[in-house]
């Protein structure tokens, strides 16, 4: 089968605006690839402004930047477009677009917690910004990990009682207090479990005789306490 092939074109300089013909394909805010639409048509006026042509070149280097991930660079140009050239009012809605997907790629991402320092860290700065729910998260993780990890339990306790859930909360309290005793003096003066005070089975776990059983405990890993705790 034949090919075919494009006409030749017209020697001499073209009078027409730069073509979005070789322009690349963009990129979506959720990474995937899409055509770019259409310029807005140029001003309508018999001599088109030359800054016009400049904003146009700008633009199509930053979706060349774009297209290569490259966020920082292409968000700069973008931004000079709208600075530089205020008056090409026919670009700015599509530059503004764009910018908008460099800055959200550019933005950094915060690691999600993997080891169980990292989560029980998490944890901590959760319960000390009030965040129970994500502490909870973070905690029920390590706890699959390691169901004897006391740290883990004793915040465990700290969260539930904050939400209300005193069941929950003294059932993990007593786990933790059987791993390591030193938590019952801890739960005695720890302020955030102040809303277990008027429950019967809290008192019973504080009033509980010392178990007889050796505390399991890391030497290696420091005790990560709330900051109410601390």
């Known amino acids: 089968m034949a090919k075919h092939r494009p006409n030749a074109k017209p020697k001499g300089r073209s009078t027409s605006p730069p073509s979005l013909a070789a322009q690349p394909r963009s990129v979506s805010s959720s990474g995937l690839e899409h055509s770019v639409a259409p310029l807005p048509p140029p001003p309508n006026s018999p001599a088109r402004r030359s800054t016009y042509v400049e904003a146009v070149a700008v633009y199509e280097r930053a979706l060349e930047a774009l297209q290569r991930h490259e966020y920082g660079t292409a968000g700069d140009m973008l931004e000079s477009v709208l600075r530089i050239y205020p008056e090409e009012k026919e670009l700015h809605e599509r530059v503004k677009l764009y910018l908008n997907i460099c800055r959200r790629q550019a933005a950094p991402r915060e ?44 915040m465990l306790a700290v969260a539930h009682a904050q939400r209300g859930e005193h069941a929950e909360a003294v059932a993990h309290l007593e786990r933790a207090i059987s791993l390591n005793p030193e938590n019952r003096a801890q739960a005695r003066r720890d302020p955030d479990l102040d809303p277990l005070h008027d429950d019967e089975a ?24 709330t900051k109410s705790a601390r």
């Open 111 to 154: 690691a999600t917690p993997q080891t169980i320092d990292e989560r029980l860290y998490a944890s901590t700065l959760a319960i000390n910004s009030g965040k129970y729910d994500e502490a909870i998260v973070h905690l029920r993780l390590v706890r699959d990990e390691d169901p004897d990890n006391e740290h883990a339990l004793y």
């Open 202 to 225: 809290f008192r019973a776990a504080l009033d509980a005789p010392p178990s007889q059983q050796t505390p399991r405990t890391d030497p290696r890993r420091r005790p990560i306490r």
